[in-house]
């Protein structure tokens, strides 16, 4: 039994394949046509993962699409006769949807009528909760799931037992903890679709100072019986004009019209501009704005986890990306257990209806356990060469040696324990928005002027943007406050404060770090290098950020030599080849 799942005409495009419960590949669409959260269909995207899985398209039985053009459809018919303009760019998408099957006939140059594969509608948040709950480790948990907008609501909640899901309730649009998030983001000058959590950086170095406001911008009863919170709309204008996601056909890049009013401004004072400095008022809004977030959700879960008795909880949506947040549910909620699946905003949801259709509606038994997140393309040592001949990085006064596996990580640790900065390519890419250990840019943790040299020399990008710590698992409790697993990067734990001077560079200003821990068995090859850098220097840990430049993370070898070629990386491990700039 084959099934695709697809995201698309929304922002992060993607594409999943499940082979009789086990997933084979799950890709965005950005890792192809290199625009950053591309929106579309997600045509090359759906052809790697039928090319993974060695299958045709007349061999798909199932084809799952997140969007249900039924769900709260009398909550859609009261908004489109108020906003007759928002109800025709509505409307233009949910053409699309109806045409699916021919583009995905077109993009196997193949006729509609040769897909003999069923066609699934499922609800936008159901197939998120499907995305963290049915690959979770959990035979019961309780599910939240929170983002912008989907199917017309922004919020989901309930239980997993076993392969089926029970839905307790849901918070209709207006009302959006996404949307809010976007709409004070947009406020302080990150107008970019996806910018959100640069601002959940930019909070650390605030003071919630203007913490009354916001909980008028966002109310929450957190003694009430409701589970659900209420946005202060004169904040806002989306329930007047309408938060649809364009994009232009020619580049696909998502964009958001402006969410924030004129009130916002009258209350908090004026907005920024994207080309003016930041303030120590615009910190402290920051830090407003994620110490609000955190009162809503945090209070959502307790009043979930009260509700189930359970302690195990997954989560989805693009507000499960608040690592901040999510970090302090294990001291302020009464669960146990967390699981974000790596690509828990909307390009998870190819892989969520996936799974929906294969335990919810053909009621088949769990499988898997996403313990990693390589299932994207990968490249033969064959392609790794070739790159390298037609990139002319042979011969061009780049010092390149083929090593054995062993001995790569050995010499890759000390570079980095040298001070200089490697590009580190190696296995299938990541599905999600993080580079977890195989499309990253690695460097030495101890140096706490690396931050600034990653952020001026290779990133190009904020000077306060955070980096990430990846750590050996079983090191997790020596270094960190919590030893909870977290794979993905979406749990932000606080540094033990004797080893804050150790690793000052992925240690972010507030004491915490957005870590990955890194198990032998889920990446042995990054296993392996920080092992070694560990070996040299005592500290099993390494700084890790993406392997890209103002871009989609590299995919192909070839992007990854020329993203090392036009920055001013030392080093490269590309598969079993390190490359060195000559002297």
């Known amino acids: 039994m084959n099934i695709l799942g697809i995201n698309a005409y929304h922002g992060n495009a993607s594409a999943a394949v499940v082979c009789d419960g086990r997933l084979v590949a799950a890709v965005e669409e950005e890792r192809f046509n290199r625009v950053k959260y591309a929106a579309g269909f997600p045509a090359a995207a759906i052809r790697y993962c039928l090319r993974e899985a060695g299958l045709k398209l007349k061999e798909i039985d199932h084809v799952a699409v997140p969007r249900d053009p039924y769900a709260r459809l009398g909550t859609k018919l009261f908004y489109a006769l108020?906003?007759?303009?928002?109800?025709?760019g509505r409307a233009k998408v949910l053409a699309k949807f109806t045409g699916v099957r021919e583009a995905l006939a077109a993009a196997f140059e193949s006729?509609?009528?040769?897909?003999a594969a069923q066609f699934h509608r499922i609800e936008h948040h159901q197939a998120h909760l499907a995305s963290a709950f049915f690959v979770s480790p959990f035979e019961r948990a309780a599910l939240l799931s929170a983002d912008g907008l989907g199917d017309f609501a922004s919020t989901m909640w309930g239980s997993g037992t076993g392969s089926s899901m029970n839905i307790a309730g849901a918070i209709a649009f207006p009302h959006s903890l996404g949307l809010y998030y976007t709409a004070v983001t947009q406020y302080l000058g990150f107008l970019k679709f996806g910018d959100e959590y640069k601002v959940m950086g930019l909070a650390a170095y605030g003071q919630p100072e203007k913490a009354e406001a916001f909980r008028d911008i966002v109310r929450f009863d957190a003694n009430g019986s409701s589970n659900g919170f209420r946005l202060g709309l004169d904040y806002f204008v989306h329930h007047r004009t309408g938060p649809e996601m364009s994009w232009a056909e020619a580049d696909k890049t998502p964009t958001l019209g402006k969410l924030y009013s004129e009130l916002m401004s009258s209350r908090l004072g004026?907005?920024?501009?994207?080309?003016?400095?930041?303030?120590?008022?615009?910190r402290n809004l920051a830090a407003s704005l994620q110490a609000r977030l955190e009162e809503v959700y945090l209070g959502m879960l307790r009043k979930l986890a009260k509700a189930s008795g359970l302690k195990s909880i997954c989560l989805a949506g693009g507000v499960a990306f608040n690592c901040v947040a999510n970090g302090k549910i294990f001291e302020n909620t009464p669960f146990e257990q967390v699981y974000v699946q790596p690509a828990a905003g909307d390009a998870g949801l190819a892989v969520g209806a996936a799974y929906y259709v294969w335990h919810q509606k053909l009621g088949k038994p769990r499988s898997l356990v996403m313990d990693h997140a390589y299932w994207g393309p990968g490249y033969s040592a064959t392609e790794v060469r070739a790159a390298m001949e037609s990139s002319g990085i042979v011969g061009?006064?780049?010092?390149?040696?083929e090593l054995p596996e062993q001995e790569l990580a050995r010499r890759a640790a000390a570079i980095v324990a040298d001070g200089e900065i490697l590009g580190w390519f190696q296995g299938r890419a990541e599905w999600g928005p993080r580079a977890l250990g195989n499309r990253s840019i690695v460097a030495d943790p101890r140096r706490a002027d690396m931050k600034e040299i990653l952020n001026r020399r290779i990133k190009h990008r904020e000077i306060f943007r955070p980096f990430a710590p990846s750590i050996l698992a079983e090191a997790t409790g020596e270094w960190f406050e919590h030893s909870h697993p977290s794979p993905f990067m979406t749990l932000a734990y606080s540094v033990r404060p004797e080893k804050r001077a150790l690793i000052p560079a992925p240690t972010h200003v507030d004491g915490t770090g957005r870590l990955q821990t890194v198990t032998k068995e889920a990446n042995p090859r990054y296993h392996a290098l920080i092992?070694?850098?560990r070996n040299l220097t005592g500290v099993p840990v390494v700084l890790n950020t993406s392997f890209n430049d103002n871009e989609p993370i590299v995919c192909r070898p070839e992007e990854a030599i020329d993203c090392f070629l036009r920055t001013k990386m030392d080093a490269l491990a590309l598969g079993d080849f390190l490359v060195k700039r000559g002297s």
């Open 531 to 533: 092992s070694a850098f």
């Open 396 to 401: 061009r006064g780049y010092l390149v040696e």
């Open 111 to 115: 006729d509609p009528k040769n897909i």
């Open 270 to 282: 004026a907005a920024r501009l994207a080309e003016e400095p930041l303030e120590q008022r615009h």
């Open 82 to 88: 108020r906003m007759p303009s928002f109800a025709r």
